[in-house]
């Protein structure tokens, strides 16, 4: 062969290697993807038919609107945090004499 040929030869082999990399090599592991995860969270299920049992029923504990207070307050907390102290004035100043 001459040196174009060898030369073409090689990219095409490259080419062909690196095109046989996207290939799916794994039909088996892939058909049963997040099968292990769905047979864990079945066993963690104690009672799989709740939400549609207990549609009807209301928590015990707090009222609607108690509920909704204790709610409100609890995000107000996240919209203006409390101020932090300045830690670089602590031990600055004049005696008290």
Do not use: W
């Not at 030369?7 to 592991?29: E, K, N, Q, R, W």
């Amino acid at each position: 062969m001459n040196r174009i040929g060898s030369t073409v030869a090689i990219a095409l082999g490259a080419a062909a290697a690196t095109l046989a990399g996207c290939a799916s090599h794994t039909p088996a592991f892939d058909a049963n993807f997040g099968a292990s995860l769905r047979v864990l969270q079945a066993q963690q299920t104690a009672n799989p038919n709740a939400p549609t049992e207990n549609a009807q029923k209301s928590p015990d504990g707090m009222e609607g609107e108690t509920a909704q207070a204790a709610y409100d307050r609890y995000q107000r907390t996240f919209r203006a945090p409390e101020p932090q102290p300045n830690v670089f004035t602590i031990g600055v100043g004049g005696g008290g004499k």
